[in-house]
């Protein structure tokens, strides 16, 4: 599999349901509970799903991914939300490939997303650096984190 060659990324070891057709590796999103071409966004995104289930303790039914969104009259579609018992958004997950390199450009990208879903936190990640931020709205600014907190369902 073309998994195997890929390098590692730097989240923890999970276990990932793979399958191969005609050369194409397969990976299972849990989420949308279908089989994907494993591509290098993919994979990111699909560590991030995992960390954020068996690390953060996000239930399943409250991660959804892959959706669209309307930007300044224009089509976009996030990569993950997170969301709190209320349906208000807790985090917004922005995957690039391993070989994007994480920039003002991609965090721009995320904070134009971030004005219309209002997320109180932000995470970017490339599967190899990860940014973490909390939003202050007063202020107009998000505030650098070393990591996100847990899933707090009472929030």
């Excluded at 057709?21 to 949308?32: A, G, L, Q, S």
């Excluded at 089989?35 to 399943?60: A, D, Y």
Aim: contains cysteine; positive net charge.
């Amino acid at each position: 599999m073309q998994f195997c060659t890929m390098e590692k990324l730097n989240f923890p070891d999970f276990n990932f349901l793979f399958k191969s057709k005609e050369n194409i590796t397969f990976i299972f999103d849990p989420i949308r509970k279908k089989w994907l071409v494993l591509t290098p966004e993919e994979r990111v995104r699909q560590h991030c799903i995992q960390f954020l289930l068996k690390i953060k303790n996000v239930p399943l039914g409250f991660i959804q991914v892959e959706k669209k969104l309307n930007v300044n009259n224009t089509k976009k579609r996030y990569d993950l939300v997170v969301f709190k018992p209320d349906r208000s958004i807790s985090l917004l997950v922005e995957c690039k490939s391993p070989k994007v390199k994480i920039t003002q450009k991609t965090f721009d990208q995320i904070a134009r997303y971030n004005t219309v879903l209002k997320s109180d936190y932000l995470m970017l990640t490339n599967g190899l650096i990860h940014f973490f931020c909390k939003m202050d709205f007063k202020k107009g600014q998000y505030l650098f984190l070393p990591d996100l907190p847990s899933y707090n369902s009472s929030e």
